[in-house]
């Protein structure tokens, strides 16, 4: 499995620069002058101007806001300094130092480091750590599970996942809750049943990427009864958020259905995410993970391929149609061997 960290947890109070401007209503008056001739830039810009500004008199919180708007727009050297000015006395400012060590964010890679800010979020009896404590545990569990930072073990991924999944809870880490439906389904032996279990948590919770891999599991009967019904409504609810696997394996789903038409307009589609989308955007906007995403759009490479190379449901090109099959091998190699070899016997 190849993680990524748990995003910044709502805080109970302050969630966002939004919430801050509803307490603080002059915050973004000037927004709704003359709206039409703000671009983002100009809004970042005075939003900047106006968080300064708060600093100056005093508001603790404007600085952690300033840190984490320099975080949303990707300037990570000077969230970095924000955070680290801060970080003695903001928990969610060490939170973010830790994400920014372990995943090398506008500062090299130091895995340690990372995770000792998260154990201190874990190990704080203020009460303001509360709603971070789960979330750290999750990042903590990532790191054992990749062995760095600390020795690897995925005994103790486990018990951390566990711990930051809270048996279900909504306002736990639901990333961890669905992080269990994926090791449960990939760990040997598999544990198919416990898999399915936080994979349906996960999604209850609004999780994009369990919704789709429960489709998957009720497809092909993996830790529960096989219900195609089931799976048809899971898979489809997760492409209509954004689920790109999902959406690749309903693809496959149209081509063995022969329908050939609808095959061809999703997949040459989601085969060409990346000409307007870069897969980190995808993986920013969706929260489901970069293997997942290439597997997706690796299924749709293939079957608009293979549509193209025999005119279903779309004129015969077969140039075109050798363009795609690269393309699903560069997405995702194993996949593209798999499916070729299916081809080679033909069973597609």
């Known amino acids: 499995m190849d993680l990524t960290s748990e995003k910044l947890p709502t805080h109970p109070f302050y969630t966002s620069i939004a919430q801050y401007a509803a307490k603080h209503q002059k915050f973004f008056q000037w927004k709704s002058d003359k709206p039409d001739h703000y671009t983002h830039a100009i809004l970042v810009d005075k939003a900047l101007q106006l968080l300064k500004e708060r600093i100056k008199r005093g508001d603790s919180l404007a600085s952690f806001l300033r840190g984490q708007l320099y975080f949303e727009e990707g300037w990570y050297q000077e969230a ?14 060490t939170y973010q130092l830790g994400v920014m060590h372990y995943d090398g964010l506008g500062t090299p890679t130091n895995a340690e480091k990372g995770v000792e800010y998260m ?37 103790e991924a486990e018990r951390m996942w566990l711990f930051a999944a809270d048996n279900g809870n909504p306002k736990a ?5 669905s992080t269990l439906g994926l090791y449960y389904s990939t760990k040997e032996p598999k544990e198919l049943e416990k898999a399915f279990y936080w994979h349906s948590e996960a999604c209850g919770n609004g999780n994009l990427e369990s919704q789709g891999a429960l489709g998957l599991m009720y497809f092909y009967g993996q830790g529960i009864c096989q219900n195609t019904e089931a799976a048809l409504h899971c898979l489809r609810e997760a492409a209509e958020r954004g689920n790109v696997y999902a959406q690749g394996i309903l693809v496959e ?5 022969k329908f050939f038409t609808k095959c061809v307009t999703f997949s040459k589609r989601i085969a060409d995410y990346d000409e307007v989308l870069d897969v980190p955007m995808i993986v920013k906007v969706t929260d489901c993970l970069p293997e997942f995403i290439h597997r997706g759009m690796a299924l749709a490479s293939f079957y608009y391929a293979r549509c193209l190379q025999l005119g279903l449901g779309i004129l015969k090109d077969e140039a075109t149609a050798k363009h795609y099959y690269s393309k699903a091998c560069h997405l995702n190699p194993a996949l593209a061997d798999k499916l070729h070899a299916l081809l080679i016997c033909q069973r597609i």
Do not use: W
């Not at 970095?80 to 970080?87: N, W």
């Not at 009460?127 to 073990?153: C, D, I, M, Q, W």
């Not at 880490?173 to 809750?177: E, F, I, M, Y």
């Open 80 to 93: 970095l300094e924000q955070f680290e000015e801060i970080a003695d006395k903001d928990h969610q400012a």
């Open 119 to 155: 154990k201190k979020i874990l190990d704080s009896p203020c009460p303001k750590t509360g709603h971070l404590k789960f979330a750290a545990a999750y990042n903590l569990g990532r790191a054992y599970y990749e062995g760095r930072g600390v020795k690897r073990s995925e005994e």
């Open 173 to 177: 880490s639901v990333k961890a809750q």
């Open 253 to 257: 789903y149209y081509y063995k259905m």
